[in-house]
């Protein structure tokens, strides 16, 4: 498959079935550099199975896809290296200290020693606490998990990110701090794809796809999904997108 225009994600035909359940269902779409894209769905409409399977973690059933022109399925290794990923869960060590979270994760990436330092006094800042050492990583509020996840992800300074469900248990100021950062992140040229079922969120990507059973039923802007079905909100909107599908499938 070749790379169209700007794109660094490009995804064709993919599909994931476990046994007789199809999670994943043919979908195909590109992601241009430095854009933010949001998949957007209810719990079990296929988003994170998707995400996972981009990022080299789950092995696709079928279909194509590429990052930054490597294939996820001849060089997952590769990719990996391009890529960072923030799962749904938080999924660092919790009884180990911010600092030695970072320490490993920088080990694993190959970052080096001076570096990791840097972002440690960076997110020191970030999170108002006088050392990232004293404290342990259970004892933080939800939204500082959610940061140093983040950091940790960054640690190697990849072109693209993954971020699964990012906000979830987060408080609405930490929400909105957290999205001003990956605006930054966009604006430094790197592409952020983003799971969510917050609408208010949605609305701060450049592109969402709305996924309903497996499939892509919908892609485009946010102000161009609201135009296309009537609607003043991105809420009414995806409920139209969604009761729409599902009279076609009836009818089917």
Request: hydrophobic share 40%.
């Amino acid at each position: 498959m070749e790379m169209i225009d700007d794109a660094v994600i490009n995804i064709e035909n993919l599909v994931k079935k476990f046994g007789k359940f199809t999670a994943v269902n043919n979908i195909s779409f590109k992601v241009r550099k430095g854009e933010v894209f949001g998949f957007l769905g209810a719990n079990g409409a296929g988003k994170t199975t998707a995400i996972r399977m981009i990022c080299g973690l789950l092995e696709p059933t079928s279909g194509d896809i590429q990052v930054s022109g490597i294939s996820v399925k001849k060089s997952p290794e590769k990719v990996k290296q391009k890529i960072g990923y923030m799962s749904q869960k938080f999924s660092l060590y919790t009884d180990l200290s911010p600092e030695r979270n970072m320490d490993f994760f920088g080990d694993i990436y190959g970052v080096a020693k001076d570096e990791i330092k840097k972002k440690k006094s960076f997110l020191a800042q970030q999170l108002d606490v006088p050392s990232l050492k004293s404290i342990k990583t259970a004892d933080l509020p939800m939204g500082f998990k959610q940061r140093l996840g983040l950091a940790c992800a960054l640690l190697h300074d990849p072109d693209i990110i993954f971020l699964d469900e990012p906000t979830s248990g987060v408080d609405p100021l930490g929400r909105r701090e957290f999205w001003e950062e990956i605006y930054r992140l966009s604006g430094m040229d790197k592409t952020i794809m983003v799971t969510t079922h917050f609408m208010d969120e949605a609305e701060y990507c450049d592109t969402i796809a709305i996924m309903n059973f497996g499939r892509v039923i919908d892609i485009a802007s946010p102000d161009s999904i609201k135009k296309k079905y009537s609607s003043a909100n991105l809420n009414d909107a995806f409920i139209r997108a969604i009761e729409m599908d599902r009279k076609k499938m009836e009818d089917n």
